[in-house]
């Protein structure tokens, strides 16, 4: 007996359900886009947890319409917007086009790129894209990659593959305990989680000590590689990092993988931000050295400009990757003569995110991904000669990417005055809606974040959000003195 099909899932024969929902869908999100005029709804968590608690999830409403204008309603209306230009907070980017459409292809095929005979062509558009990478880079032809969720499980297998390699060498898995890894306190904090989840000892991550522009110290680096052979421990991985979080810094990269060659240890650069360099017509010299690194984390979510999420782990030695191959008969046999990426991932069932990448180089070519970052990057330079002109305000160091640190301080503010204040102002300001900026501590001081990812804000906008700081900044302090006069 045949059955009938469901009228909610993609086939040949719900062409016209489908054609229409991914219209309104997007003739939805066009609709609200186009009355944005600020990055934030300005809307409370707790009125946000009331609707969204209220929707009876065991009550369906029976129509897709209706339920994308609920959606529309819970979710649109109270997004964060990162192709406003006042949006300068954290590492989101406005995302291209090209990698919209390629979503629509996605989403609906549901490619899972773990093995060939789920994916057949999309496993090659990404090996493509990797050695495309690596060729940015400068490795070889040797080189390989996966595409993964991000730089935190980039960093991930990178470090699993040099603690792989480096037990090898040692031939005695007991050894794990006296692994160690060196990377500065400017490091992402996957670093350190990426040591927990590896079984490493607590205090497995040697801190560097950084110079006076949060760049790793080389020699503290060889220092602190001495003493921890001194210890009888082991120096498993080097990490550099191509843009930290908050300074948006690079690493000697050249001068660290010297060291790394002379002492047989894993380098591996985190590039994550600062990838995309990698494409600049201007700026590709700060990435001198990468191609002497073993591993390379990418991050195509940020500075290329694409959705998330599309990131790669790339390494110069193809064979590392098959330190963490694991065969099932049922997925990926040891016999098998077709390319199976499972091989060499940490995930099983993958998105085909690498079509995103494709669409974008092949609509609009890596050299305009490359002028979009310097643009980003030219608007951080921008923004320090702003503030430094500025005497309410003053900023902690010129950029390097595209992140500036900066303050609210008017004359007679003192320190400790300063501090208090930046993070209840930086969440006024959120609350407002009209401007979103990041907040870091440094120092143990508080410093305001301007992370520029959008190459349409212009001088002009990051104007008018450090005008909208003080204006909320003399609000607070003439608040803080009225209250003080009242108690006195």
């Not at 070889?140 to 040099?162: E, K, M, R, V, Y």
């Not at 694991?326 to 199976?340: G, K, Q, S």
């Amino acid at each position: 007996m045949e059955r009938s099909e469901s009228p909610h899932l993609f086939s040949g024969s719900t062409l016209d359900s489908y054609t229409s929902g991914v219209w309104h869908a997007s003739a939805l999100l066009a609709d609200r886009v186009k009355a944005v005029r600020q990055p934030y709804s300005g809307a409370a968590v707790a009125d946000l947890q009331d609707q969204v608690d209220a929707v009876d999830l065991d009550r369906p409403l029976g129509d897709t319409g209706a339920a994308l204008h609920e959606v529309a309603r819970l979710y649109l209306d109270n997004a964060v917007w990162f192709h406003e230009p006042t949006y300068v907070a954290h590492l989101n980017c406005p995302v291209a086009i090209p990698a919209l459409s390629a979503e629509v292809l996605i989403s609906a095929v549901n490619s899972s790129v773990d093995t060939w005979d789920q994916s057949t062509a999309g496993t090659l558009i990404e090996r493509r894209l990797i050695d495309w990478t690596a060729g940015r880079i400068g490795f070889g032809p040797g080189a390989d990659g996966i595409f993964t969720s991000g730089g935190t499980q980039s960093n991930l297998q990178a470090l699993l593959l040099a603690r792989e390699e480096t037990l090898a060498a040692l031939d005695d898995r007991s050894a794990i305990p006296r692994l160690r890894i060196f990377a500065t306190t400017e490091s992402h904090f996957s670093v350190s989680k990426s040591a927990g989840i590896l079984g490493m000892a607590a205090g497995a991550v040697v801190g560097v000590a950084t110079d006076g522009a949060g760049r790793m110290d080389t020699a503290a680096l060889a220092a602190a590689i001495e003493e921890v052979r001194r210890d009888g421990d082991v120096p498993m991985a080097v990490v550099a990092t191509a843009g930290t979080t908050d300074l948006g810094r690079i690493d000697p990269v050249a001068e660290i993988a010297a060291i790394c060659e002379s002492q047989g240890i894993w380098f591996h650069v985190d590039a994550a931000y600062g990838c995309g360099l990698l494409v600049s017509q201007r700026r590709r010299h700060l990435l001198d050295g990468i191609e002497r690194a073993d591993s390379v984390t990418v991050d195509f979510h940020k500075s290329y400009f694409q959705p998330v999420s599309s990131s790669a782990i790339v390494v110069r030695r193809g064979e590392t990757m098959r330190r963490i191959a694991v065969h099932a008969d049922y997925l990926n046999p040891r016999a098998a003569t077709v390319p199976n990426q499972v091989d060499k991932s940490l995930q099983t069932t993958r998105r085909f995110d690498a079509l995103k990448l494709w669409m974008t180089l092949r609509t609009m070519g890596a050299e305009q991904i490359g002028d979009m970052f310097d643009a980003v990057v030219d608007r951080a330079h921008d923004a320090y000669l702003l503030i430094g002109d500025d005497q309410d305000f003053e900023a902690l160091a010129a950029p390097t990417l595209s992140t500036v640190l900066f303050r609210y301080r008017p004359a007679g503010m003192d320190v400790a005055e300063c501090d208090e204040l930046m993070p209840k102002l930086r969440q006024r300001l959120f609350y407002g809606g009209r401007a979103i900026v990041a907040g870091t501590t440094v120092g143990g001081h508080y410093w305001l974040k301007f992370t520029l990812l959008n190459p349409n804000t212009t001088v002009g906008n990051l104007r008018d959000v450090l005008d909208l700081i003080r204006e909320i900044g003399r609000e607070m302090t003439g608040e803080r003195d009225a209250a003080t006069a009242v108690m006195a």
